[in-house]
């Protein structure tokens, strides 16, 4: 059954139930407002607590205390009186907060007072050669299949990359009983020292003990190889063999499935397209909106929450949905928002759940050859165009992201540049001489997910709508 949203306007209209939209849609609907939480998958709960009303996986330590951290949070959401809608796909923000969005392949329109975006993450590009063959996945979609059906690699299996998602994945895969044959660690050596200064903070907050247990956890049980330089995955039409180099000396094994991941990256798409405000983060190596402390963007009424607004994990996201929505509230019913934990209350628990993250950041900073590919190895998957094709646009005059658009159609397939955007952006940055922040990233515009045409065509039409399109 299709559920269209109850009203055409709202005081606040949510998008995205991760971390940080549930903690906002609750905060807002809490304080009286009439609150819409729109999200695309089939329950609450984003990627981190993906499935948390529907999980097969039971018993609580498999997953980890701060999976089922989750629960509380969509508890506090369907106490909150909210209206959610699920299976609901973004489509369209204007500056205007017209909202349109697709719910059982009809679109419906909405009007907000605020709009609060809170769409998460998405895993960073790991273009290596052989990355587009079967039996390659990023970490997070072999997560997404453990915590929604239980699913766990049985194959010769082997992950790569880095980050805290990795060692999380791997813990996870090996509590439910999965295999894992290698992990090969690309973590740059340099990174440990640049890393150093900002220790203690990292030593100080909760990410260290958690971390290091998790990583004893998985090394007891699997054989790790750190300082990892070159990767590469091979097989005829199917992932046969890893080949990878480390210490000066390159290995192959043979492997079923390869798991990626080099960290994640804000998804700007809809912010973007909305005409949002973002700067290249030097640090994080990825597009960040420009906020203000109580997350408003650039666009009047728009706010950003959780690691869309930059990436801080999940205790911050909530955090940072709670002062969105506490600023929404502030603007829209001020008498409500003192019955609210005071925005200096939030803002000091903002900087205990970002404690640590810039030691993290730094220290898992991926490499340039595993975020600047060449050669052969395939950049844009929806179009397949390699890293030789993109270099060879730049040689007869493409001068950024739009640009090649017309030159080899990258970042028009379905995906819309989620997979190449970054690279395409730091490719065209180093052959050209220019920062990423010179070169750009791609202009994005609504549609900003695939809808269809018959949709589009059954959107209701004004008589102003048709006389604009029909000659006199």
Sequence with gaps: MT??????DYDVVVIGAGPAGLAAAATSAEAGLSTLLLDENIGPGGQ?????????????NQLGADYWVGADLVQSLRASGAEVIQRAIVWSLDRNLDIAVSIGGASAFVKAKRVILATGALERPFPIPGWTLPGVMTAGAAQTMLKSSGLVPDGRTVIAGQGPLLWLLAAQILRLGGRIDRILDTTQRGNYFAALPHAFAFLTSPYFAKGLSMMREVKAKVQVVSGVTELAASGDGQLASVSYVAGGKRETIPADLLLLHQGVVPNVNLAMSAGIEHRWDDLQLCWSPVLDASGNSSVAGIAIAGDGAGIGGANAAVVRGRI???????????????????????RSDLAKAERGRVFLDTLFRPAPQFRIPSGDTIVCRCEEVTAKDVL??????????NQLKAYRRTGMGPCQGRLCGLTVTELMAQARGKTPQEIGYYRLRAPVKPITLAELAAVPKSEADIKAVVRG
């Design 3 to 8: 559920v269209a949203p109850k009203r055409e």
């Design 48 to 60: 981190v607590f993906r499935a948390i009303s529907s999980t097969p996986v039971t018993e609580r």
């Design 324 to 346: 969105a929505a506490r600023a929404a509230v502030e603007a829209l019913a001020p008498a409500a928002a003192a019955k609210l934990p005071a925005m200096a209350t939030l």
């Design 392 to 401: 060879d646009s730049v040689a007869i005059g493409a001068t950024g992201p």
